[in-house]
């Protein structure tokens, strides 16, 4: 009888395991911020996996030669030469794995820091709201992604207005999914939007190049503790492919993936971006794709 129970519970441990195992076929790469020649057809494609193009950047501020701040009215700050509304629907049309994101913020604008500033929630969200519906229906986006890193605002302030964009944007069926792309330093703020408005988010990008350096254990336990903070989110391992810092393709990454998929954990891969992995024959999106297809 003994043996029977300790069977039962054993097959009911391994069953609670299987069905709360999150390794996932995505891979998302950004596209579009350092080079007006790229082209989505230069990025290696596997059928096997889901694959997400994230524009880089829309901002809201204005586009002249003195960028301000225009509460919430986004403009496209992505190169377009190859990445307009005609190239990305064709795109789509023959690649069936393939949807398109637009990051939304950013580091930087011109010379200067790509701040979230708004002058009110009510206004900053409608302003957002109706500028995003039109890009996101122009270029055929499929989502967005969150990606501000300098504030003039509260934690609590970008938690309502980013949680209420994404809502709306939703409940119109604009867009059919978000992605936040957090790092250690800006944890407040995105953990602030992700309490309140984490069941509306789809995907944790969560910058893991913004470490200084990491080694395959450090990596692993980073990826452990974020996945403890966004309890509940897919949360995606990332590297940058043009050098910077967190654990690069060559010191490990694929190893620390591997032993996280092997522990059902991998939520997918994203790249930091392609042009910087151009030079490259992009051979870590293909090792990245066969690895999440495997």
Request: charged fraction near 20%; aromatic fraction near 14%.
């Amino acid at each position: 009888m003994e043996f029977y129970r300790i069977l039962s519970a054993t097959l009911l441990s391994l069953l609670f395991l299987t069905c709360n195992a999150s390794n996932s076929k995505l891979f998302r790469e950004y596209i579009g911020a350092e080079s007006n020649s790229m082209k989505l057809s230069d990025v290696p494609i596997n059928s096997k996996v889901e694959f997400h193009f994230i524009l880089a950047f829309a901002i809201d501020y204005t586009d002249d030669n003195h960028p301000s701040p225009t509460n919430g009215k986004f403009n496209v700050f992505w190169e377009t030469n190859h990445l307009g509304p005609g190239q990305i629907g064709s795109f789509k049309g023959s690649n069936s794995n393939v949807k398109i994101a637009v990051s939304l913020g950013g580091d930087s604008v011109g010379s200067g820091k790509a701040f979230f500033a708004p002058k009110s929630k009510t206004s900053w969200v409608q302003n957002g709201v109706s500028s995003l519906t039109y890009m996101i229906n122009k270029y055929h986006i499929d989502g967005i992604d969150i990606d501000y890193e300098h504030f003039k605002a509260s934690p609590e302030m970008f938690a309502e207005c980013i949680g209420q964009l994404i809502t709306i944007l939703k409940k119109s069926g604009t867009i059919s999914f978000a992605s936040i792309a957090p790092y250690e330093e800006i944890n407040s703020h995105y953990l602030a939007l992700w309490r309140k408005y984490g069941h509306v988010i789809d995907y944790v990008n969560f910058q893991f190049y913004a470490y200084h350096k990491l080694s395959v254990s450090h990596f692993i336990s980073n990826f452990k503790k974020q996945a403890s903070n966004y309890e509940g989110g897919q949360l995606l391992a990332s590297f940058e492919s043009g050098g910077g810092g967190g654990l690069k393709p060559a010191n490990g990454f694929f190893e620390a993936c591997n032993e996280l998929k092997d522990q059902g954990k991998l939520g997918g891969i994203f790249i930091w971006c392609a042009e910087e992995s151009k030079n490259k024959g992009f051979q870590y999106e293909k090792k990245s794709q066969d690895l999440l297809a495997a």
